[in-house]
C-alpha cells in the first residue's frame, strides 16, 4: 500500500510541476506577443516618421533649387507648364458640367 500511496503522490507532484511549467510558458507565450505587437507598432510609427522625412527632404531640395540662380528660369518653366495643366484640366472639367 506504501508503494501505491507513493507513486501517487510522485504522479500528482509531476503533474502540479508539468501545469506549473504549462502555465509560466502560457505566460511567457503572451508576453512574447505583446512585445511582437509593440515592436511592430514601433515598426509602423518609424516608417511613417520616415516617409514624413523623405517628403520634407524633397521639399528641402526643391527649395535649394529654387535658390539657385541657375536654374531659376527651368524651374519657372516648370511651374508655369503645371499651371497650364491644371487649367486645361479646369476648363475640360467646367465643359462636362
Do not use: W, Y
Not at 3 to 22: C, H, N, P, W, Y
Not at 32 to 61: F, H, M, P, W, Y
Not at 67 to 79: P, Q, S, V
Amino acid at each position: 500500500m506504501f508503494d501505491f500511496e507513493t507513486s501517487m503522490a510522485g504522479i500528482e507532484f509531476k503533474v502540479r510541476q508539468l501545469a506549473d511549467e504549462v502555465a509560466r510558458l502560457r505566460l511567457q507565450v503572451s508576453q512574447g506577443e505583446d512585445r511582437c505587437r509593440q515592436l511592430q507598432e514601433a515598426l509602423e510609427s518609424k516608417e511613417i516618421l520616415i516617409n514624413t522625412l523623405k517628403e520634407q527632404n524633397k521639399l528641402v531640395k526643391l527649395g535649394n533649387r529654387l535658390g539657385e540662380k541657375g536654374e531659376t528660369a527651368e524651374l519657372k518653366l516648370k511651374i508655369n507648364q503645371m499651371i497650364r495643366a491644371i487649367d486645361r484640366s479646369l476648363a475640360i472639367i467646367q465643359q462636362t458640367d
